[in-house]
């Protein structure tokens, strides 16, 4: 009787540890898909912050050309004022030299400008999409990961509850 009675000691002992084992497990494996979750948001709030970037790139090279085209044609009316009270006629070859010289010069800048802002807003999207593929594969990385986890949880607490013979959490001095 002594005998069985430490071998049901043993076995109940052995029981109990793997019931906690999965029980924990269990919470590992939640913490860890939550935690992929976290990382999922911040990497795809960065992704937005990088687009939101680009776009504010490409508004700052319009509203620059804009500045830019308003600044060319108050100069424009200023020379032409200029060479007005001076007695040049304003459509003359010299004045209308001048105009057509500097708007094709104002041109060229601002198309430079735009392409520039272009190049760096492209290089940001293409960052941003970069990110979200980082937080999908975190996401799913997580996720497996937690799921792998709660198998390996589970398998913990079927093998305390076959040696007990019961699936009831454990006691531990309890009744």
Avoid: C, H
């Amino acid at each position: 009787m002594r005998v069985k009675m430490a071998e049901y000691d043993l076995i109940s002992a052995a029981s109990d540890k793997y019931k906690m084992s999965g029980i924990t497990g269990f919470g590992s494996a939640f913490a860890e898909m939550a935690g992929s979750y976290l990382n999922y948001s911040a990497l795809r709030t960065e992704a937005m912050q990088l687009g939101v970037q680009a776009s504010n790139i490409e508004l700052q090279a319009q509203q620059q050309a804009n500045m830019l085209r308003e600044e060319f044609i108050s100069n424009v009316g200023t020379y032409q004022y200029g060479a007005a009270r001076r007695g040049i006629s304003v459509g003359s070859g010299s004045v209308r030299s001048n105009v057509e010289s500097s708007a094709m010069n104002m041109g060229e800048d601002i198309r430079r400008a735009g392409k520039n802002a272009q190049m760096k807003a492209s290089a940001l999207r293409s960052q941003e999409r970069i990110m979200k593929g980082r937080a999908k594969a975190q996401l799913i990385s997580g996720i497996a990961s937690g799921i792998s986890s709660m198998a390996s949880a589970g398998s913990s607490y079927g093998i305390g509850a076959n040696l007990s013979g019961s699936w009831a959490l454990p006691s531990f001095g309890g009744k």
